[in-house]
């Protein structure tokens, strides 16, 4: 195939050939690139184009189709007659409509109620998503007024017990305590599951599956009383180096991880005691075991495999290092390996059940504290292709592509981010049972739901596994029916939508993502044109305002210049421009006065930041805990893994109490 013939079967199948840099030059995307892009689409590049774009459609009539509230619904049968269809609505009941006739397909009139519904065809059923208009949003859910919410990494929250990682105990004590000032929101950062095995792997946005929970944040307490939690802990001989665990500025993950599984293990042993007395919880987990999925019982046997694999050799950490046999989730030695090993796999089971009962009890003591959303979740933008959920479903994921970013003015060299994603046809082939299996798996136990890097539901910048940044390009994704399924699920959980939007974006996405009710972030460092930061008067009401992120320093830290080289002149002289810029904007918007204040007087700088969020038309306002409490500690530094302490800080004091002083409550009045 020529390199021309390439390109054009490239664009075919939603592969960008060329792009700009973040300075406005244009590239062209190298035939490899390409060539290794569309093998792992599924559309090789064959040497008869005709062919190859045959090859580029997925084979079959999709059975899945979405569409939206009161608009004609187009089903895929080629050939067929006006007909009557049996209709049957999510709910069993069913109705009969006659069809028209369309270019490739039959029509529909459109539906009045949202819902997963089914047309009976000649040819077999096909399921209709049919999406809300748009998502629910935070007016939605607060009768059109405007609130204000915390964010928090959930193992940077300490409580007594929680064995030096955070866990949805300390969640619920913050959102008790954060519901008292008026709050009504609480996001947190991802829970998904990580590895067991491998404590070393503790980065929340680096997943081995988005479907499962991480262990390590359970609260036992959320399931048996704390006296009977206190006495295993005791009598396990576990209470001294707790303590000292806890006691630590930073998450030491390599010796808490291990402790803390050995808490969960002797609370499992418990609670399967008969002679406990622990009659409800014990029976509430029978339930469970015996209604575990195929989808969990497949996880809790890769955790144990996976550690199996591990004792035998530290090298094979990706499954597909493993030996041959245990790389096929369905194979016959790997259902034997679960045989043998049932009383593990029960264990992992156990291990979701507690995160999951941990993660309800969380979330419902925010909504008690009178909190009108109650916790946010945080869905990461994809999974290691080394996980769970790439062994136990090949067919759903892009293997041998990494999801990144291109080149801009934070990263020169662009970002690999080392993850995978969903297979365009392999969502197509499932009826896009993955993706919905992902949202429900995040809304289950929320009020609502922050979407990282949201741009992927429109495009993603994919890279071949060993390429740099620079080698990738953008792909297009079906963003109509991502999108609509977003809408879908956040109406059937009743639950709001937040989208992280920074960075290269489509032209336009901003506006589509508003007119779809998915809200926007306006971070205040990022408010700017040119040499003005732009007043909060200004700020699109429908996003979320928010003073800072878990990959930026805290307010205090950039005033304070903590996250520059102290040697550096030209970037110390640039702080120093930007702290007068900031200041001016303060003062001009009404929530600073007089004299700018020196590096390190940092406390009227951080009350002045929370003022001029607190003075913009955003309908929720969210507050990094850090910049609550007015600290410098950046949770996540970009571009650095061992080099910054990253995804360790803890946050100093008891979560229940950390709101309790004056002046963080003067701080964080002006929300309210």
């Given at each position: 195939?020529?390199?021309?013939?390439?390109?054009?079967?490239?664009?075919?199948?939603?592969?960008?050939?060329?792009?700009?840099?973040?300075?406005?030059?244009?590239?062209?995307?190298?035939?490899?690139?390409?060539?290794?892009?569309?093998?792992?689409?599924?559309?090789?590049?064959?040497?008869?184009?005709?062919?190859?774009?045959?090859?580029?459609?997925?084979?079959?009539?999709?059975?899945?189709?979405?569409?939206?509230?009161?608009?004609?619904?187009?089903?895929?049968?080629?050939?067929?007659?006006?007909?009557?269809?049996?209709?049957?609505?999510?709910?069993?009941?069913?109705?009969?409509?006659?069809?028209?006739?369309?270019?490739?397909?039959?029509?529909?009139?459109?539906?009045?109620?949202?819902?997963?519904?089914?047309?009976?065809?000649?040819?077999?059923?096909?399921?209709?998503?049919?999406?809300?208009?748009?998502?629910?949003?935070?007016?939605?859910?607060?009768?059109?007024?405007?609130?204000?919410?915390?964010s928090s990494q959930i193992y940077a929250l300490r409580r007594g017990g929680d064995g030096g990682i955070g866990d949805f105990g300390g969640v619920?004590?913050?959102?008790?305590?954060?519901?008292?000032?008026?709050?009504?929101?609480?996001?947190?950062?991802?829970?998904?599951?990580?590895?067991?095995?491998?404590?070393?792997?503790?980065?929340?946005?680096?997943?081995?599956?988005?479907?499962?929970?991480?262990?390590?944040?359970?609260?036992?307490?959320?399931?048996?009383?704390?006296?009977?939690?206190?006495?295993?802990?005791?009598?396990?001989?576990?209470?001294?180096?707790?303590?000292?665990?806890?006691?630590?500025?930073?998450?030491?993950?390599?010796?808490?991880?291990?402790?803390?599984?050995?808490?969960?293990?002797?609370?499992?042993?418990?609670?399967?005691?008969?002679?406990?007395?622990?009659?409800?919880?014990?029976?509430?987990?029978?339930?469970?075991?015996?209604?575990?999925?195929?989808?969990?019982?497949?996880?809790?046997?890769?955790?144990?495999?996976?550690?199996?694999?591990?004792?035998?050799?530290?090298?094979?950490?990706?499954?597909?290092?493993?030996?041959?046999?245990?790389?096929?989730?369905?194979?016959?030695?790997?259902?034997?390996?679960?045989?043998?090993?049932?009383?593990?796999?029960?264990?992992?089971?156990?291990?979701?059940?507690?995160?999951?009962?941990?993660?309800?009890?969380?979330?419902?003591?925010?909504?008690?504290?009178?909190?009108?959303?109650?916790?946010?979740?945080?869905?990461?933008?994809?999974?290691?292709?080394?996980?769970?959920?790439?062994?136990?479903?090949?067919?759903?994921?892009?293997?041998?592509?990494?999801?990144?970013?291109?080149?801009?003015?934070?990263?020169?060299?662009?970002?690999?981010?080392?993850?995978?994603?969903?297979?365009?046809?392999?969502?197509?082939?499932?009826?896009?049972?993955?993706?919905?299996?992902?949202?429900?798996?995040?809304?289950?136990?929320?009020?609502?739901?922050?979407?990282?890097?949201?741009?992927?539901?429109?495009?993603?910048?994919?890279?071949?596994?060993?390429?740099?940044?620079?080698?990738?390009?953008?792909?297009?994704?079906?963003?109509?029916?991502?999108?609509?399924?977003?809408?879908?699920?956040?109406?059937?959980?009743?639950?709001?939508?937040?989208?992280?939007?920074?960075?290269?974006?489509?032209?336009?996405?901003?506006?589509?993502?508003?007119?779809?009710?998915?809200?926007?972030?306006?971070?205040?460092?990022?408010?700017?044109?040119?040499?003005?930061?732009?007043?909060?008067?200004?700020?699109?009401?429908?996003?979320?305002?928010?003073?800072?992120?878990?990959?930026?320093?805290?307010?205090?830290?950039?005033?304070?210049?903590?996250?520059?080289?102290?040697?550096?002149?030209?970037?110390?002289?640039?702080?120093?421009?930007?702290?007068?810029?900031?200041?001016?904007?303060?003062?001009?918007?009404?929530?600073?006065?007089?004299?700018?204040?020196?590096?390190?007087?940092?406390?009227?700088?951080?009350?002045?930041?929370?003022?001029?969020?607190?003075?913009?038309?955003?309908?929720?306002?969210?507050?990094?805990?850090?910049?609550?409490?007015?600290?410098?500690?950046?949770?996540?530094?970009?571009?650095?893994?061992?080099?910054?302490?990253?995804?360790?800080?803890?946050?100093?004091?008891?979560?229940?109490?950390?709101?309790?002083?004056?002046?963080?409550?003067?701080?964080?009045?002006?929300l309210g």
């Amino acid at each position: 195939m020529t390199d021309e013939a390439l390109r054009e079967l490239a664009r075919r199948a939603g592969v960008a050939t060329d792009w700009r840099d973040q300075t406005g030059v244009h590239r062209e995307v190298s035939p490899a690139t390409l060539r290794a892009i569309l093998a792992a689409l599924g559309v090789p590049a064959l040497s008869d184009p005709l062919h190859a774009q045959d090859g580029a459609r997925p084979a079959g009539a999709p059975r899945f189709v979405t569409a939206r509230i009161g608009e004609p619904v187009r089903l895929p049968a080629a050939g067929a007659q006006p007909a009557r269809v049996e209709i049957t609505f999510e709910d069993g009941s069913s109705t009969a409509v006659t069809t028209q006739t369309v270019e490739g397909g039959l029509l529909l009139p459109g539906f009045a109620t949202p819902g997963y519904h089914s047309a009976d065809l000649a040819d077999g059923p096909v399921t209709i998503a049919v999406a809300p208009a748009r998502c629910v949003t935070f007016a939605d859910l607060n009768e059109g007024r405007s609130g204000w919410g915390l964010s928090s990494q959930i193992y940077a929250l300490r409580r007594g017990g929680d064995g030096g990682i955070g866990d949805f105990g300390g969640v619920a004590a913050l959102g008790r305590a954060a519901g008292a000032l008026g709050a009504d929101a609480l996001a947190i950062s991802p829970a998904h599951a990580l590895y067991g095995a491998d404590p070393q792997r503790f980065s929340p946005y680096s997943p081995s599956t988005r479907l499962f929970y991480n262990p390590l944040h359970a609260d036992p307490a959320s399931v048996l009383p704390e006296d009977a939690v206190r006495e295993i802990v005791a009598s396990s001989g576990l209470d001294r180096e707790m303590a000292a665990l806890e006691a630590l500025p930073q998450v030491d993950w390599l010796r808490a991880t291990p402790l803390k599984l050995k808490l969960l293990r002797a609370v499992y042993q418990r609670l399967r005691d008969p002679a406990a007395g622990l009659d409800a919880a014990r029976s509430a987990f029978a339930n469970a075991l015996t209604t575990a999925s195929p989808l969990l019982r497949a996880h809790a046997t890769f955790e144990v495999l996976h550690a199996a694999e591990l004792a035998l050799d530290k090298a094979a950490w990706d499954w597909r290092s493993w030996r041959p046999a245990h790389r096929d989730p369905d194979s016959p030695e790997v259902q034997a390996f679960a045989r043998n090993h049932a009383g593990e796999v029960e264990f992992q089971i156990f291990l979701q059940w507690l995160t999951g009962h941990s993660y309800t009890q969380a979330h419902r003591a925010c909504r008690e504290a009178g909190m009108k959303v109650g916790l946010i979740a945080d869905l990461a933008i994809g999974m290691d292709s080394s996980g769970s959920h790439a062994w136990s479903r090949q067919e759903d994921v892009l293997v041998g592509l990494t999801i990144g970013a291109p080149p801009d003015y934070y990263a020169r060299d662009g970002q690999n981010w080392g993850l995978t994603t969903f297979s365009p046809r392999g969502l197509a082939a499932s009826g896009f049972a993955p993706f919905i299996e992902t949202l429900r798996a995040s809304l289950r136990h929320v009020g609502g739901i922050r979407i990282d890097h949201v741009m992927g539901l429109n495009r993603l910048w994919l890279i071949p596994e060993g390429a740099s940044a620079l080698e990738g390009t953008y792909v297009a994704l079906p963003s109509e029916t991502l999108f609509a399924l977003v809408a879908l699920e956040s109406w059937r959980h009743q639950a709001m939508v937040i989208g992280e939007d920074l960075g290269t974006l489509p032209h336009g996405f901003r506006e589509e993502l508003q007119q779809r009710g998915i809200a926007g972030m306006r971070v205040l460092r990022f408010e700017r044109d040119g040499d003005r930061f732009i007043p909060p008067r200004d700020w699109d009401p429908a996003a979320t305002a928010l003073t800072t992120t878990h990959d930026l320093v805290p307010t205090a830290g950039w005033w304070a210049g903590s996250d520059l080289p102290e040697d550096d002149r030209q970037q110390q002289d640039g702080r120093a421009w930007d702290r007068g810029l900031l200041w001016d904007a303060f003062s001009r918007a009404g929530a600073a006065s007089g004299e700018r204040p020196a590096p390190e007087r940092t406390d009227p700088v951080v009350d002045a930041a929370i003022r001029y969020v607190a003075g913009s038309p955003c309908t929720l306002k969210l507050i990094a805990i850090e910049d609550a409490l007015g600290v410098r500690d950046q949770p996540n530094v970009p571009g650095t893994t061992t080099e910054k302490p990253n995804w360790r800080h803890r946050l100093a004091g008891d979560a229940a109490s950390l709101l309790d002083g004056e002046p963080v409550r003067a701080r964080l009045k002006p929300l309210g």
